[in-house]
Structure formats: C-alpha cells, structure tokens
C-alpha cells in the first residue's frame, strides 16, 4: 500500500472556527510533512515530523498546529484563520534516515476561509 | 538559501521530444529530484539525481550537472496525459528534510 489518505477532501470555515485536517499513511514511513500549495504555485514546505517529532517549523504561523499522534497519524489543526490561508493543504510521508527519500504525497485537502 | 529557476509554461507535441530545464544555486548540495503534478491532483515522484550524467527511466530521462547547478527533465514519445506541472527541488540535507521546489514549469501537449 503506497496511498497517503487526507480528511477531508473539502473543508469551509470560517474566521472563528476551530477544525482539524488529518493524514494517514500505512507505509511505515518514519517522516511525515505538510505543505501548502496555493493556484499555480508550487507546495510550500510547512512542518515535517521525524519520528513522531517536530523537526521542522518552516516559520508558520501559531494558528497553525500539527500534531503526530503515532507513527501513522498527522493531525494540523486550525483555529482562528484568515482568507488568505484558503490553500490546497498536502500531507506526505518518506522514510527518514539515511535520506533523502522519495515523498509520498496524499490528495490534499482544498481548504476555503470565509 | 535557494535560487531555484524553471520556465513558467512550455508547449510541445504528442508524440515529440520536450526538454524542461532547471537550475538551481543552494547553500548545500546532495541531489534533485523532479516531481509531475496533474492539475488538480498530488504531486509524484519520477527521479532523483545524486550523480551527474543523464538516467534514464522508460520515457523520462533526468540529468545532472552538479558543477553547473543544473538540471533537465528529457520527455520522449509526448503523450496527451504528459499535460501537467514540473516540480524540480534541489536537496540540500539528509533524513526527513522536506523539499523546496521551483516555480514549476506547466507542459502543455497539443494533438
């Protein structure tokens, strides 16, 4: 099985709502990523998990929060957000070390702030 | 940092040969990988380039001058379902790093 799984495929929300988007991938790959990718622009890197572990914070903001429940799980929950984080929200997954490693990415989560 | 450069849009033929150039100047260097994205759907892997020289995979074929911060994608015997965006990222660490990848450049194949 090489499928990364994204919940869900749409979300809509508004300023003040709280909400969750959640990756899955049963590859057990070690590393686990979320990118967002606005209309014709590449993903941009957000946080990448290594081990279950926060690795990388590419500077986002803290309306932004990704969780690694398990070695399976990606969780990025959202809260207080703005109209101009309506992106494309990807998760993707490798294996770690040594690297580099081909990602795995899911089908992303088309998300719209109102 | 990383200066990543791509041409933004690229037309060619079904059936034809097509070339999408990168370079790139990054602060470190262990590889590049390019990655196909149809519109509308998730990126995917096709190659990763460590050495320098052309490797070839079926249709696709990548090279790399490592000397030159630069890059190719070769696509031979251009088919309709080629139309898509072409990711290069140069990567600079090791492990779980995440990828930056260029613009892209947008293949468009007529009939």
């Known amino acids: 099985d090489t499928e990364v799984t994204q919940t869900p495929k749409h979300l809509v929300m508004g300023m003040t709502n709280k909400k969750s988007l959640k990756c899955e991938q049963h590859m057990g790959h070690r590393a686990m990523y979320w990118y967002k990718q606005k209309a014709k622009k590449p993903p941009e890197l957000m946080f990448v998990y290594s081990y279950e572990k926060l690795s990388i914070n590419e500077s986002v903001p803290s309306r932004f929060s990704p969780e690694c429940p398990n070695s399976s799980l990606l969780n990025l929950h959202l809260h207080a957000l703005q109209p101009e984080d309506s992106a494309l929200y990807l998760c993707?997954?490798?294996?770690?070390?040594?690297?580099?490693?081909?990602?795995?990415f899911g089908p992303g989560t088309r998300l719209t702030v109102t | 940092g990383q200066n990543i450069d791509q041409p933004t849009e690229m037309t060619a033929t079904e059936g034809a040969i097509v070339q999408i150039n990168c370079t790139y100047q990054t602060s470190g260097f262990n590889g590049l990988f390019w990655y196909q994205q149809h519109a509308g759907e998730a990126p995917t892997f096709l190659s990763y380039n460590v050495l320098d020289g052309l490797e070839e995979k079926g249709r696709f074929s990548s090279f790399l001058s490592r000397s030159k911060g630069y890059s190719y994608l070769l696509l031979k015997e251009l088919q309709m379902k080629d139309s898509a965006s072409y990711l290069c990222?140069?990567?600079?660490?090791?492990?779980?790093?995440?990828?930056?990848f260029g613009k892209g450049t947008h293949l468009i194949i007529q009939p």
């Open positions: 993707a997954s490798s294996q770690d070390y040594p690297g580099p490693y081909e990602q795995y």
């Open positions: 990222a140069p990567h600079s660490g090791g492990g779980a790093d995440g990828l930056t």
